[in-house]
């Protein structure tokens, strides 16, 4: 429960400039909006550098009725074009995000499940909701950038045209300006940098806590958790205190920049301007390019720095758009319908991990058409052996085949969609229950077909109860439904997406005995002739099951029917024991 940051930890790994580039190159980006931006930016340095003649000719006291109308005129222009340059950035900032977290929301929708649990979901969500707006950061700051060392020069040029010799001297300040910015720019970056983590931290944080809560009730832990929290509340707070004190200190080193420049023009320009080498307004005039000059430099530096910000999160993205990812599409096509073949596992080994396989040389056959039941302790590999058969994970060695397509082989869509599977604990989605019901069918899904699958599952009884019938809102993950409700609507679903072959994976657990007896015969009964795989702890289920397989630490004990297993599987009749049954030969009782 704990959060240990680990996913954050993958934020070091390798990327490279050249992977920078390719991330852009994987969705459009809306260039003409970014250079709109920079082309009204680079027209209105020429504005101001019009409006900057007025000023010193008003400063001279050329108050003609034509230089107050130019000046006016300019003033309202420069605005206007501000304002178009911020519209199209800010409108291509957006695109850029928008398009970019569409892409990383495909990219997570397609990563190999091994990738989903390595980087932890709470990760992913981070990226998904606040590393991305990086994206757009990017290429915005590189624009402005651009018009920024644009806007610098030329008003330089402009100030060095204007005073010479005075410009000469600013010259003088330059080492100190790189001096000084360089310092609080670095340090500013790491704040940045830590204030970014620290939002993913939190985000991570309350993302898997929030969604705790149950737990976190049951168990009066309430304390412990505010303590938890705090914890990444804390360090979110440190994170942003330093941030707005390195923001001061930038605006204090900027102040002092442009307080000790103003001091050399004071120095230098009186001096001038009593040898006669200037006229009186000179000081004004030369302030009027200077203050345009130091604004120009100190957005580069900032926008560098933000750039440099940038690095952290965008490595996150970056490292996770370039990793690996299921072609859902790649392979041959399953053959049609092939209910008469059946499932083969050839020695099959597999482990989540290196060096600890959870199943040994695995060979066993699931018999088409036939109800297949898994038993087995604990661990011992039965939910693997499912995820097996859908191409959620791939064998390490050995193969599984359906009839005679080889699992690894075909397009995985196809796989997947063929099969049918009630878990123990289904995930319901924020919505009407028609909706979930119908979640994942396709083509025209009537009320009647709902209504259909629902009664099958036995939850038509109880949906019709609740306020708004099917209408009625199940909560998120289904949170407004008790556990066998939600079983019952999971269960609908699958029955609506027909498939040939059907895994329940301890999908009775949250049910009564009565109702999980009586929606298996039912849903045994509608599949007919499909086959239907079952991982189940209650014996009687197992008993009615054609086929048994039992497994014992990844390995197979023995397989056969209830009369046959009798005989040759240990686990088997102490199960059945277990559950009080009495064994005298073939005999069960209870
Ligand atoms: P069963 O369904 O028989 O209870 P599982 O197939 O769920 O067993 O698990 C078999 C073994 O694999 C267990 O030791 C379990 O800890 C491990 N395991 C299951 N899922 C994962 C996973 N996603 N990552 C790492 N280990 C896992």
């Known amino acids: 429960m704990m959060h240990n940051g680990k996913g954050r930890e993958q934020k070091k790994e390798k990327f490279s400039f050249r992977s920078y580039i390719t991330f852009y190159t994987r969705f459009p980006i809306p260039w003409w909006l970014f250079i709109a931006s920079l082309a009204f930016s680079l027209i209105n340095t020429e504005v101001f550098l019009a409006i900057s003649k007025y000023v010193i000719r008003i400063n001279k006291g050329e108050l003609y009725n034509s230089v107050i109308i130019g000046y006016a005129l300019l003033t309202v222009l420069n605005a206007a074009i ?20 569409k892409l990383l929301w495909d990219k997570i929708l397609h990563l190999p499940m091994r990738e989903v649990e390595r980087r932890q979901p709470s ?75 620290s939002l993913n931290t939190m985000t991570e944080f309350f ?3 929030i969604s705790a809560a149950k737990h976190v009730k049951a168990q009066a832990i309430e304390d412990m958790e505010t303590e938890a929290g705090l914890r990444a509340i804390d360090e979110r707070y440190r994170a942003d205190v330093y941030y707005a004190f390195m923001e001061v200190l930038q605006v204090f080193s900027n102040t002092l920049y442009t307080s000790i420049g103003s001091i050399v023009i004071a120095l230098f320009g009186s001096d001038m301007i009593r040898k006669g080498q200037m006229p009186d307004t000179g000081i004004n005039d030369f302030t009027t390019y200077k203050g345009r000059v130091d604004q120009y430099q100190a957005e580069v530096l900032t926008h560098y720095q933000t750039l440099k910000g940038t690095q952290g999160a965008m490595q996150y993205v970056g490292v996770l758009q370039e990793g690996p990812e299921e072609d859902l599409e790649d392979g041959y096509d399953l053959p049609e319908s092939q209910p008469e073949q059946d499932i083969v596992l050839d020695r099959v080994s597999f482990g989540y991990v290196p060096q600890q396989p959870v199943l040994h040389d695995l060979s066993l056959t ?24 859908q191409g959620i994970y791939s064998p390490d060695s050995g ?72 209408d009625s809102d199940v909560g998120m993950g289904g949170a407004l439904l008790s556990g066998g409700q939600r ?23 949250s049910l009564d005995h009565k109702s999980d007896m009586t929606i298996f015969r039912t849903v045994r009964e509608h599949m007919k002739n499909r086959t239907i795989v079952v991982v189940a702890h209650d014996m009687r289920s197992v008993m009615e099951a054609d086929h048994i397989i039992v497994l014992n630490e990844g390995s197979l004990e023995a397989a056969g029917n209830h009369k046959e297993l009798l005989g040759t599987s240990p686990t088997y009749r ?17």
């Open 82 to 101: 501000s304002m178009g340059s911020n519209i199209c950035g800010e409108y291509g900032i957006q695109k850029v995000t928008l398009r970019a977290r």
């Open 207 to 209: 993302s898997e806590h």
């Open 574 to 590: 102490a199960y059945l024991q277990l559950q009080g049954y009495t064994l005298a030969g073939e005999e069960v009782s209870r």
């Open 399 to 470: 193969r599984v085949w359906l009839g005679k397509a080889a699992v690894d082989e075909v397009k995985l869509a196809q796989l997947r969609r063929r099969f049918g599977c009630v878990l123990q604990h289904n995930p319901l989605f924020s919505g009407s229950v028609r909706d979930n019901i119908a979640y994942g069918a396709t083509g025209e899904i009537s009320d009647e077909a709902i209504a259909g699958a629902a009664r099958l599952a036995d939850a038509d009884g109880f949906i019709r109860q609740l306020p708004q019938g099917y």
């Open 123 to 197: 990760s992913l969500i981070s990226g998904v909701v606040n590393d991305i707006t990086q994206a757009s950061t990017v290429i915005h700051m590189i624009f402005s950038t651009v018009a920024s060392v644009y806007g610098f020069v030329r008003c330089c040029v402009e100030m060095a045209r204007f005073n010479a010799k005075l410009s000469a001297y600013m010259l003088l300040l330059v080492p100190l300006a790189i001096g000084v910015f360089a310092l609080v720019g670095q340090l500013q970056y790491r704040m940045m940098l830590r204030r970014y983590e």
């Open 487 to 509: 079983q019952r609507v999971a269960i609908a679903r699958m029955l609506m997406s027909n498939p040939d072959y059907l895994l329940m994976d301890e999908a009775g657990a």
């Open 366 to 389: 699931i018999p088409a058409g036939k109800t297949t039941a898994i038993i087995g302790s604990n661990g011992s590999g039965k939910s693997t052996l499912l995820k097996l058969l």
